[in-house]
């Protein structure tokens, strides 16, 4: 096994042994920096629920997140709610409909968890390129091919 997943299966032991710290930190992170979205945290699903609304070139998204150590694969879960946007792989979407927003390996080498508030402007930028897609046809975000 390489070291790396060893250290990463080890920060997520320690993240999920004490989620409560852990997500009230990332929830002060984020609130420091963005107050357009309102978190809290949820001791049933012992992960950091957030909603609010992004206002991209005049038009109003409405965001809903979940973020926790308890996901599977990644902590993240971020969604645009609207139904006119459908699964396809060209729009960096998982089946889900949670937002694609980076590679788990180039875009986060050491396999360390990335804070929640370094992924937010992150949401800006994927809804510019899907509106660019919806025009163009074309993907004009920096990508890997999934």
Same mark, same amino acid.
């Given at each position: 096994m390489r070291?790396?997943?060893? *250290?990463?299966? $080890?920060?997520?032991?320690?993240?999920?042994? &004490?989620?409560?710290?852990? %997500?009230?930190?990332? #929830?002060? %992170?984020?609130?420091?920096?963005?107050?357009? =979205? +309102?978190?809290y945290?949820n001791?049933?699903?012992?992960? %950091?629920?957030?909603? /609010? #609304? *992004? !206002? !991209?070139d $005049?038009?109003?998204?409405?965001? =809903?997140?979940?973020?926790?150590?308890?996901?599977?694969?990644?902590?993240?879960?971020?969604?645009? &709610? &609207?139904?006119?946007? #459908?699964?396809?792989?060209?729009?960096?979407?998982?089946?889900?409909?949670?937002?694609?927003?980076?590679?788990?390996?180039?875009? +986060?080498?050491? $396999? =360390?968890?990335?804070? %929640?508030?370094?992924?937010?402007?992150w949401?800006?930028?994927?809804?510019?390129?899907?509106?660019?897609?919806?025009?163009?046809?074309?993907?004009l /975000? #920096?990508?890997?091919?999934?």
């Open positions: 070291i790396t997943t060893i *250290l990463e299966r $080890n920060i997520k032991t320690l993240h999920q042994r &004490d989620w409560f710290t852990f %997500l009230f930190v990332q #929830k002060l %992170l984020v609130e420091k920096h963005f107050d357009w =979205l +309102n978190l945290l001791s049933h699903s012992k992960s %950091l629920i957030g909603k /609010g #609304k *992004l !206002v !991209v $005049n038009k109003k998204y409405k965001v =809903l997140l979940s973020y926790s150590p308890f996901h599977d694969y990644r902590y993240d879960r971020i969604y645009i &709610d &609207d139904k006119a946007i #459908k699964y396809n792989r060209e729009i960096h979407l998982y089946r889900d409909l949670s937002l694609c927003l980076y590679h788990p390996i180039i875009d +986060n080498p050491s $396999n =360390l968890t990335i804070p %929640l508030f370094k992924m937010i402007p949401i800006c930028e994927w809804i510019i390129f899907y509106e660019q897609w919806k025009k163009y046809g074309v993907w /975000g #920096k990508e890997i091919k999934h």
